[in-house]
């Protein structure tokens, strides 16, 4: 199970309505246990596919390397990534499975529908090496925080 | 010097995130990284013994891609390494494409 605040996963879903019609793309930060993984923190990346940015998205290496040097000194860890479908259904495409390497981590897709964000699905990518690598659905439990009562729609 | 695993990978690391390493090149490192940690190689190498085309390796910010001697680039004790592996994706070409 991905665990994940409303107040995260409101805002890669409103990422993915910002970029539109391009992709968006962003890291998950937190920690993993024998329940799923835990986002603490969401972290907007940019998305190096200016050639293709409706269709495709990459994260420059360099980004990752500082986000997961912040994640270091945070004590967290990357736990996933979150990219948007713009007029796409929210599950995983042949090329989101070639390029997704990070076995163990939470891919989260948001289809985005004439600028509005849709459904939001996970997909837990497991295996133990590229050869046996396979996406499992995964729930999302959304926390909402006692203090701040979420507002609109969930 | 220290070597930074990433989170798929420190499962062959006993969970460690940062693993010190002596050597005097990356080559070096890396010889003694998978010799620690023998179950890594395979995660990280072809069957030629190159670096898989999805693994980048930074040292400190620097491509190793793109330094003048890859491999056989010298470290010091106080440079850092980062094994990441890349994050891309996105949808169908076009809706003639099907989803897997």
Not at chain 1, 120 to 144: A, C, P, R
Not at chain 2, 15 to 44: C, I, N, R, W, Y
């Given at each position: 199970m991905l665990h994940i605040a409303y107040s995260d996963y409101e805002a890669l879903r409103a990422h993915g309505e910002e970029t539109y019609p391009n992709e968006c793309c962003g890291v998950l930060l937190g920690k993993s246990d024998a329940e799923g993984n835990h986002v603490h923190q969401i972290v907007r990346a940019g998305n190096t596919r200016t050639d293709s940015a409706h269709n495709r998205y990459n994260i420059a290496p360099i980004e990752l390397v500082k986000i997961q040097r912040q994640a270091r000194g945070l004590s967290l860890d990357i736990v996933g990534f979150y990219h948007s479908h713009p007029d796409h259904p929210a599950q995983w495409s042949p090329t989101d499975f070639a390029e997704a390497h990070w076995i163990g981590c939470s891919y989260v897709i948001t289809a985005v529908e004439k600028g509005k964000a849709a459904i939001t699905n996970?997909?837990?990518?497991t295996g133990?090496?590229?050869?046996?690598?396979?996406?499992?659905?995964?729930s999302i439990e959304i926390e909402?925080?006692?203090?701040?009562?979420?507002?609109?729609?969930? | 010097m220290n070597i930074h695993i990433p989170t798929p990978l420190r499962v062959y690391t006993a969970g460690a995130e940062t693993v010190a390493v002596p050597g005097a090149t990356v080559a070096e490192v890396f010889d003694h990284l998978t010799s620690q940690f023998p179950e890594l190689?395979?995660?990280?190498?072809?069957?030629?013994?190159?670096?898989?085309?999805?693994?980048n390796v930074y040292?400190?910010?620097?491509?190793?891609?793109?330094?003048?001697?890859?491999?056989?680039?010298?470290?010091?004790?106080?440079?850092?390494?980062?094994?990441i592996p890349s994050i891309a994706g996105g949808t169908p070409c076009c809706n003639c494409c099907p989803l897997l």
């Amino acid at each position: 199970m991905l665990h994940i605040a409303y107040s995260d996963y409101e805002a890669l879903r409103a990422h993915g309505e910002e970029t539109y019609p391009n992709e968006c793309c962003g890291v998950l930060l937190g920690k993993s246990d024998a329940e799923g993984n835990h986002v603490h923190q969401i972290v907007r990346a940019g998305n190096t596919r200016t050639d293709s940015a409706h269709n495709r998205y990459n994260i420059a290496p360099i980004e990752l390397v500082k986000i997961q040097r912040q994640a270091r000194g945070l004590s967290l860890d990357i736990v996933g990534f979150y990219h948007s479908h713009p007029d796409h259904p929210a599950q995983w495409s042949p090329t989101d499975f070639a390029e997704a390497h990070w076995i163990g981590c939470s891919y989260v897709i948001t289809a985005v529908e004439k600028g509005k964000a849709a459904i939001t699905n996970s997909f837990l990518l497991t295996g133990t090496t590229e050869e046996d690598k396979k996406f499992l659905d995964q729930s999302i439990e959304i926390e909402v925080a006692t203090s701040t009562p979420p507002k609109g729609k969930a | 010097m220290n070597i930074h695993i990433p989170t798929p990978l420190r499962v062959y690391t006993a969970g460690a995130e940062t693993v010190a390493v002596p050597g005097a090149t990356v080559a070096e490192v890396f010889d003694h990284l998978t010799s620690q940690f023998p179950e890594l190689k395979q995660q990280l190498f072809n069957a030629e013994g190159k670096l898989r085309s999805f693994v980048n390796v930074y040292l400190n910010d620097e491509d190793l891609r793109y330094l003048p001697s890859k491999e056989a680039t010298t470290v010091a004790s106080t440079d850092e390494l980062t094994i990441i592996p890349s994050i891309a994706g996105g949808t169908p070409c076009c809706n003639c494409c099907p989803l897997l």
